[in-house]
Structure formats: C-alpha cells, structure tokens
C-alpha cells in the first residue's frame, strides 16, 4: 500500500520560506500527480498545488507567487517551498497521492508547520 | 472557481441512525465529486469517489449520489466511530476545491 510522509521544520519564522519533504513508499512516484494541501487548525481545507513526475505543476492562483513544488523521482519524493511566509500560512500541511481525475486517494499524516517569531 | 457548500454545518446523532449530508457546487462539475472522512487529529481519507463510487475498504454503509451540482452522502446505521468530518470535493476544473466540512457529533 502506498505511503506518504511529510518532513520539515515545525516552526518557521515571518518573511522566510517554509520548506517541506513528502516521501512517497510502497509505490513508485513515477506516475500520478502528487498534491500538497494545507489545513489550519480547527478550518477547513485548502488546495496548495501539484506535480506530475515529470515536473508539470499546477498550483492554486491564491498562492501561485509564493509556491514552488518540485519532484526527486530518484528518492521517490516531492517538495514544497512557499515562500514570504506569514501567521496566516500556519496550518497542517498534507501531501497526497492525485489519482485519475485529480481524486487525492491517499494522504500523508501531515505536519503542523507553525509561523511565528 | 467553483464553490461547494455542504448543509448541516454540523449535526449531532444517535448511533444506528440514518444520516444525510448534502453538497452543492456554484456550477455544474458532473460526477467529479469525492467525499472524505477526517476524524480528529487523522488526516482525510477517501471514501466516496466520482459522486457514487465506494473506495476500496469503506464500509458499506457509506454512500454517495448525485449529479451536476447537487450531490449527497448517507450513512446508513451510524456507528460510534463514524464521529468526525466529512469533506466533499471537486476535481472537475481547477484550483480543485473543498466544501467547508459537516462535523457529525455522535450522541
């Protein structure tokens, strides 16, 4: 069965770039595309972007200046950097699996990155 | 974008009672709808993928129909651990978006 796994720093301060790890086990990250979603605590859910193993990403138009994601398909891992971060960038941070059409059908645990001084 | 809203907010339930969870999309989005089920401190898990179509291991009780902007999740005899809250979300035009989450309390 598939596995993800966020890693990074939990406390990231203002202005700077929050930087996150998925790693994907059980399955070879060459196919699909692989997402990044966010969640402040007690709120609901938000679409970060995505990449395709072959480096085509698709990001949400509300942080598309800040985000870039990319792909190491020779560690079967994908990365997030979001970038000018602020207390309203605090939340959990979810990779998944994107399966046919942009179905997320399996999640990482997620990681609380928290912003603050 | 398209915006689903998703009615009750929040609901409270006696176990082994029928529950309904509604989901309605801005704009028709076809059978691009998936639900997912988020327990407290767990990350999402699918259960309901392309409007009715069960995810490998959930419970039979779990449901999904619906079509072009209005779609519903049942649960049918609603056990203990079905106490969390449930997403629906759509894929059918970017940015992919969220309904805001109905949170089922279990008497």
């Known amino acids: 069965q598939v596995r993800l796994q966020e890693s990074g720093p939990g406390l990231v301060k203002p202005s700077e770039t929050l930087s996150l790890t998925c790693t994907v086990s059980g399955g070879y990250i060459s196919t699909y595309f692989w997402t990044w979603i966010r969640q402040p605590p007690g709120k609901g859910l938000e679409w970060i972007g995505d990449i395709y193993y072959s480096g085509t990403t698709r990001y949400n138009p509300s942080l598309k200046s800040r985000v870039t994601i990319s792909v190491d398909t020779s560690k079967n891992q994908f990365s997030l950097k979001l970038t000018s971060v602020t207390t309203a960038d605090t939340a959990f941070y979810y990779c998944?699996?994107?399966?046919?059409?942009?179905?997320?059908?399996?999640w990482g645990q997620g990681i609380l990155v928290t912003v603050s001084s | 974008e398209v915006v689903l809203t998703q009615v009750p907010d929040s609901q409270s339930v006696t176990p082994k009672e029928k529950v309904t969870i509604t989901c309605r999309a801005s704009q028709s989005i076809g059978t691009n709808l998936h639900w997912y089920q988020q327990k407290p401190d767990q990350s999402p898990k699918l259960l309901i993928k392309?409007?009715?179509q069960s995810f490998s291991g959930v419970p039979s009780r779990f449901s999904g129909s619906g079509s072009g902007t209005d779609f519903t999740l049942t649960i049918d005899s609603l056990e203990p651990e079905d106490a969390a809250t449930y997403y629906c979300h759509q894929s059918s035009s970017l940015p992919i978006t969220f309904g805001q989450g109905t949170r089922l309390e279990i008497k």
């Open positions: 998944a699996r994107c399966m046919g059409s942009n179905v997320l059908d399996y």
């Open positions: 392309y409007a009715s």
